[in-house]
């Protein structure tokens, strides 16, 4: 049995304490944990160097590690973040996009750091659960038209409006 759930960890190539930082500038129940710094004779790092931040976002724990440039992120791993109503999806849309970053389509984003989002309203997958095939083909077909989820378009589309 796993004794505290699980942790995620990110890779990145030298901005681990920027993203953990960013991550919990932005969510609530967040927080910076312990850093590690690089021992000397640690592959591709410098001694002192920071090494690893554990942070918690959301609830949710992370370690961010200075790995280098070997690995990259990409969409096959993505974050989602339920939103209650289109305030939260403007909210963390734009927070998640602070400093740069490439919106993409059906909720996706991709932050500054190459970390891949989806920003969806929980409406949104109660919509995609009504077994009236009709109802969800326009919610879909409505979706794919937009970049940042418009709540108030995707019931429009989902009543047949």
């Given at each position: 049995m796993v004794a505290e759930g699980f942790t995620t960890c990110l890779w990145f190539d030298g901005q681990a304490e920027e993203a953990a930082n960013h991550y919990v500038s932005i969510f609530k129940d967040s927080g910076i944990g312990p850093i590690a710094l690089a021992p000397e004779g640690?592959?591709?790092?410098?001694?002192g160097q920071v090494l690893t931040v554990e942070f918690t976002a959301n609830g949710q724990k992370f370690v961010a590690?200075?790995?280098?440039?070997?690995?990259?992120f990409n969409e096959s791993v993505s974050f989602e973040i339920r939103c209650a109503d289109q305030e939260e999806v403007d909210y963390y849309w734009d927070r998640l996009l602070e400093g740069?970053?490439?919106e993409s389509v059906c909720g996706w984003l991709k932050n500054r750091?190459?970390?891949?989002?989806?920003?969806?309203?929980e409406e949104l997958n109660q919509m995609f659960l009504d077994p009236d095939q009709e109802k969800t083909a326009r919610v879909n077909k409505a979706m794919m038209t937009?970049?940042?989820l418009d709540l108030a378009a995707l019931r429009k589309a989902y009543a047949g409006e």
């Open positions: 640690t592959p591709g790092a410098t001694p590690l200075n790995g280098g440039p070997l690995f990259k740069g970053g490439e750091f190459g970390v891949s989002w989806q920003v969806t309203p937009m970049r940042k």
